[in-house]
């Protein structure tokens, strides 16, 4: 049996099931973007270097294993691919990267700007080799202007993109997302740009270049707190756990904790109000501009009656009302869930020294198609004899 039919009885054929991705990235968001890419059932072939390989192998706690040498932060990225070792600096590397670049549909990079040239390995030569090649480039504040040359980790632009103004309990403690938001983002808009671009190719026959940035990435979801600026002319900052538009929506303390609750119109107000003995048409709790401007006073009425009962009591009684609610979960308990289960969202693969193990799983799902069986996360280097032995099959 060939390597790539040993490979395609691993990962059942999906959307991209004849897609060929040239993972030359490292870290978060290029790794991201490929491991999507992966999950829709491309061959994803990472490069990495020698010594080491990708960074992200290093980085923890925790780490796992016999050895305690595997992260898991790295597991996190890198489900569904192959693992090759290749010194890009070296003139055996570079060839094999010639020869791989040929034969891929994708090319994931997330270097500084610059890089790649360097090595080599410009656009214009990378569509030489392959003019229907659709090359991926990540940066951390773009490809050109006067500051994209700068390198980009996710905290860095969680703070220069603006986010970390609006997070965080008040506008003078500004907080960075918990999650890597920036990295992740990144890699999602690269797979859609990807996506988008290999659907353009069909018609176009060339394949292009696809530019984003951790900057763009941000900023591309400010969604309503950018208009508050743009053209209401208002500085949006930190407001805790509630809304910056809509009143009562947030987080709400309970005789035993805090629950959320998300009353977004009048009609699920009143009924909120009516749970807690509050007057719905009080003139500065009537409609949501006025509660807004009252918040304050609206979160103390609310609490004053929320804690008189434990969280589940409330849970319970905003769900028969039909008020949209919801606890506060741990990490470990978000696994658990038997809902979080019934979508997919955990994942089995058996890994060759964890044996069995569960990761995140992917975020989409696609009706009538079968379960699709992921690969772990690869040791480094692991996959070196079957991606030349598929390679010297395509090139015959």
């Known amino acids: 049996?060939?390597?790539?039919?040993?490979?395609?009885?691993?990962?059942?054929?999906?959307?991209?099931?004849?897609?060929?991705?040239?993972?030359?990235?490292?870290?978060?968001?290029?790794?991201?973007?490929?491991?999507?890419?992966?999950?829709?059932?491309?061959?994803?072939?990472?490069?990495?270097?020698?010594?080491?390989?990708?960074?992200?192998r290093g980085w923890g706690p925790p780490f796992v294993g016999p050895d305690h040498d595997i992260s898991t932060?790295?597991?996190?990225?890198?489900?569904?691919?192959?693992?090759?070792?290749?010194?890009?600096?070296?003139?055996?590397g570079k060839s094999l990267?010639?020869?791989?670049?040929?034969?891929?549909?994708?090319?994931?990079?997330?270097?500084?700007?610059?890089?790649?040239?360097?090595?080599?390995?410009?656009?214009e030569r990378l569509h030489e080799l392959n003019p229907r090649l659709v090359i991926l480039s990540i940066t951390g504040f773009g490809h050109d202007g006067p500051e994209g040359g700068r390198p980009g980790y996710d905290q860095i632009a969680q703070g220069e993109a603006g986010l970390m103004s609006l997070t965080?309990?008040?506008?003078?403690?500004?907080?960075?997302?918990?999650?890597?938001?920036?990295?992740l983002l990144g890699g999602i808009h690269g797979a859609y740009g990807v996506v988008?671009?290999?659907?353009?190719?069909?018609?176009?026959?060339?394949?292009?270049?696809?530019?984003?940035?951790?900057?763009?990435?941000?900023?591309?979801?400010?969604?309503?707190?950018?208009?508050?600026?743009?053209?209401?002319?208002?500085?949006?900052?930190?407001?805790?756990?509630?809304?910056?538009?809509?009143?009562?929506?947030g987080a709400f303390r309970c005789a035993d904790g805090m629950i959320q609750i998300a009353a977004a119109n009048d009609v699920q107000w009143r009924k909120v109000a009516a749970l807690l003995d509050i007057d719905p048409d009080v003139a500065k709790y009537a409609i949501n501009r006025e509660r807004f401007a009252h918040r304050d006073e609206l979160i103390a009425d609310m609490e004053q009656a929320l804690t008189k009962h434990d969280r589940g009591h409330w849970l319970a009684a905003l769900a028969?009302?039909?008020?949209?609610?919801?606890a506060i979960r741990s990490i470990d308990e978000v696994y658990?869930?038997?809902q979080t289960r019934s979508q997919g969202l955990?994942?089995?693969?058996?890994?060759?020294?964890?044996?069995?193990?569960?990761?995140?799983?992917?975020?989409?799902?696609?009706d009538g198609d079968a379960p699709v069986r992921h690969t772990a996360p690869p040791a480094l280097g692991e996959h070196g004899d079957e991606v030349l032995a598929w390679l010297e099959e395509r090139e015959r």
């Open 1 to 56: 049996m060939d390597a790539a039919t040993m490979y395609r009885r691993l990962i059942l054929q999906g959307a991209l099931g004849d897609i060929v991705v040239l993972d030359l990235s490292r870290a978060l968001a290029g790794p991201h973007a490929a491991q999507m890419l992966g999950d829709l059932g491309a061959r994803v072939i990472k490069v990495e270097h020698p010594e080491g390989g990708d960074e992200s």
């Open 346 to 366: 955990v994942v089995e693969v058996d890994h060759p020294v964890l044996g069995t193990i569960e990761l995140p799983g992917p975020p989409l799902r696609f």
């Open 168 to 183: 965080g309990p008040s506008p003078e403690e500004p907080y960075r997302v918990g999650a890597s938001i920036a990295d």
């Open 320 to 326: 028969e009302a039909g008020v949209p609610a919801g």
């Open 196 to 249: 988008a671009a290999l659907y353009e190719r069909e018609r176009a026959g060339r394949g292009k270049v696809v530019r984003t940035s951790l900057l763009a990435a941000v900023t591309g979801v400010h969604s309503y707190h950018g208009t508050a600026w743009t053209v209401g002319g208002q500085v949006p900052g930190a407001g805790g756990n509630h809304h910056a538009s809509i009143a009562p929506y």
């Open 73 to 92: 932060y790295f597991l996190a990225a890198n489900r569904n691919k192959q693992s090759i070792a290749v010194d890009l600096k070296s003139a055996e």
């Open 97 to 123: 990267i010639e020869r791989l670049v040929r034969q891929s549909d994708v090319l994931v990079e997330n270097f500084r700007t610059g890089v790649l040239d360097r090595l080599g390995f410009s656009v």
């Open 336 to 338: 658990a869930w038997d």
